[in-house]
């Protein structure tokens, strides 16, 4: 059986982000794999640990840099690596449309894709993706079983939370809790280096275009009022009351 | 035309339904077409009826199918309904079953998705879009290429729609294909919480790893929480505790949200955190260290302990 991880490379939490005129301005940020990610790829490792004979295969569809976070999901023990390289932002749905295409080509039964991109702030990668291979799908999955051709998953609903059963082959997206991603080991990384990434480019998968077109970027700069409110704890506890209450008419 | 989907749950609305409402209302008028509400699930009489107070066409697609969101069934039964009615525009809430339905409708549909949306607008005859990305750190205006196109709306941003229609309730039967009933429901665990749901929530007193411990939940923000009937809410620190359940994480892989007034309690204020509240529309930070980050994006701030201050801010919130 087949596991494909959808991977992409998104800034670090902690970056510094400018905006500029054009839109954001990404230079001199690290880059990380997107931790939603990190959660996909330790789950297919822990489905080969449990037992199952599986090739897991990281998949990604993003600029050249993306290689990076390519070579790490190589280090935690992915096998191989599919990367569809191309500087075009494209829209969710769009992508969506061509990491199926290779999927289908590739013959996966079940796919991990992170739950929420950090660049983007977008959930529907994954759902997009079952759709479009007309596979089901569980979304902010927290646990995972798989039963032969089927998975128990947990996953976060509206209301709280709640167990499915799905046949295979199924799409999953990822949430904090499914489980602790391990770090790569140095000899890992190593043999990462020699693991076959293979590239493609948006012409080998029909050059698609676009849904959306990003106008305007912003930094969020929301000027806040930093007032300290002075005094002993009494004191300072009964101003900010009425501050809240009369200043901001809040409370 | 323009169709919502109204949520509810078990056939109460949910205020999501009224802001997407007036969300499609508003975007009706530069885009033409009127507002249609649908609502999926099982005995929705009640649901329906209050529904087409605010609205002139409601309908109905009542099946033991679509008793619980699922996201295949509901896809089948709006995209269907959207190319019957030759939908211009989809609208969803971007809950967390909403943006996953979405995502499958635009794909079937073969329409563009403008997701998790804080503002619409028409631009020759475009729809123009503001939404957050790079962790809620950055603004950004998306056009949809092309119409139809799908929607969903960041709850607790647009008002709530007036009752002022008295609308007509037709019922239609939900045609789903044999594997939409695939993915099977099991047990349910509600977030437990006698509170007002985060989401809805319009004052949030929100502890960190500050409180100390889960029995400082119960002495310091519990009591503070009530007198203020707010919602608590939590850091990923305090959830890896397990001081607090899950449900209650504001951030990055927890909820966002963006109440009237955010309380930190103890809460260093990482950038995970502030991605899921710094949208808020005050925001008080207690912390005992005054150079802690949360500051930074705080209007109004205490320096100290909350051992002492959380109690006399209770205190004096009570006593106005
Ligand atoms: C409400 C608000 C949100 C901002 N959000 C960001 C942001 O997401 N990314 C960014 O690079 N700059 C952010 N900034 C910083 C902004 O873009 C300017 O660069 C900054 O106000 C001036 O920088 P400074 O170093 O002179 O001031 P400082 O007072 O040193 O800047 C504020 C510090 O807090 C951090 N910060 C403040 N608010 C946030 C936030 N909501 N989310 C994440 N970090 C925050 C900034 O990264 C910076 O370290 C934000 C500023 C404000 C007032
Ligand atoms: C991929 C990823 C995703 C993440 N997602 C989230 C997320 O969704 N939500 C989230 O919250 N975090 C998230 N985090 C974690 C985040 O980076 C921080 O570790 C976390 O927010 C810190 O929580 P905290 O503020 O409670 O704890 P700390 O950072 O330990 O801060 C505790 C604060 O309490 C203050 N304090 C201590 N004692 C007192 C006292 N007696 N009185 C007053 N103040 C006191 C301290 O000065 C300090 O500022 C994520 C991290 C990663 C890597």
Same mark, same amino acid.
């Given at each position: ?251 | ?94 809950? &967390? ?86 993915? &099977?429901?099991?047990? &349910? ?29 119960? &002495? ?101």
């Amino acid at each position: 059986m087949k596991i494909i991880s959808v991977i992409k490379q998104v800034p670090d939490a902690e970056a510094r982000i400018r905006a500029t005129p054009t839109g954001i301005d990404l230079d001199g940020v690290t880059f990380v794999i997107d931790g939603m990610d990190e959660y996909g790829v330790e789950q297919s490792l822990r489905l080969r640990e449990g037992g199952l004979d599986t090739e897991l295969i990281s998949l990604a569809l993003g600029p050249k840099r993306f290689e990076e976070a390519i070579r790490t999901s190589l280090a935690m023990g992915s096998d191989r690596a599919i990367h569809i390289e191309t500087d075009e932002a494209l829209d969710p749905i769009t992508q969506a449309k061509v990491l199926a295409s290779i999927i289908q080509e590739e013959g996966a039964e079940l796919v991990f894709v992170g739950g929420k991109e950090a660049d983007w702030d977008s959930a529907a990668l994954g759902p997009a993706i079952a759709e479009a291979l007309g596979w089901p799908h569980s979304d902010w999955t927290t646990r995972l079983e798989i039963n032969d051709t089927s998975l128990s998953v947990t996953h976060d609903s509206d209301e709280g939370s709640e167990t499915l059963t799905l046949p295979l082959p199924a799409v999953i997206t990822t949430q904090q809790g499914l489980n602790e991603p391990r770090y790569p080991t140095l000899p890992n990384i190593m043999k990462a280096k020699r693991k076959e990434l293979k590239k493609l480019t948006l012409a080998d998968v029909g050059s698609p275009s676009g849904k959306t077109q990003v106008l305007k970027q912003e930094i969020q700069t929301k000027s806040r009022l930093n007032k300290v409110v002075q005094g002993d704890a009494a004191d300072a506890a009964k101003e900010l009351a009425r501050l809240l209450h009369e200043e901001a008419k809040a409370i | 035309m323009i169709l919502v989907i109204a949520e509810h749950s078990n056939g109460s609305l949910k205020k999501s339904a009224l802001e997407l409402l007036s969300a499609a209302k508003s975007l009706s008028e530069k885009l033409g077409g009127e507002v249609v509400a649908a609502l999926l699930g099982q005995d929705l009489s009640g649901a329906a009826s209050e529904l087409a107070k605010y609205v002139n066409k409601v309908i109905a697609v009542e099946d033991a199918a679509l008793a619980d969101v699922r996201a295949e069934p509901y896809t089948t039964v709006l995209t269907n309904l959207a190319k019957e009615l030759e939908a211009k525009a989809v609208l969803v809430s971007a809950s &967390k079953s909403g943006l996953s339905y979405s995502a499958r409708v635009a794909m079937r549909l073969d329409a563009p998705l403008l997701e998790d949306v804080t503002s619409l607008d028409v631009e020759g005859g475009q729809v123009i879009a503001s939404r957050f990305s790079y962790l809620a750190r950055v603004t950004e205006t998306v056009k949809a290429l092309a119409l139809p196109i799908v929607i969903s709306v960041k709850p607790n941003i647009f008002p709530v729609a007036e009752a002022s229609a008295s609308g007509t309730v037709d019922k239609k039967a939900a045609d789903l294909a044999a594997s939409d009933d695939r993915v &099977k429901v099991g047990e &349910k665990a509600a977030a437990k919480t006698g509170r007002v749901a985060l989401d809805e929530a319009d004052i949030i007193v929100t502890g960190g790893r500050g409180v100390g411990s889960a029995e400082g939940f119960t &002495k310091l923000v519990e009591p503070l929480a009530d007198a203020l009937s707010a919602g608590i809410g939590a850091t990923r620190a305090v959830v890896d505790a397990g001081w607090r359940p899950y449900s209650e994480q504001v951030g990055q892989t927890g909820k966002t949200v963006a109440p009237g007034v955010y309380i930190a309690l103890g809460v260093s204020g990482a950038v995970q955190h502030l991605s899921g509240m710094n949208r808020s529309k005050i925001i008080v930070a207690i912390n005992k260290d005054a150079d802690a980050p949360i500051f930074k994006v705080a209007d109004y701030g205490i320096v100290g302990d909350v051992n002492e201050v959380v109690p006399a801010l209770k205190e004096a919130v009570s006593s106005l």
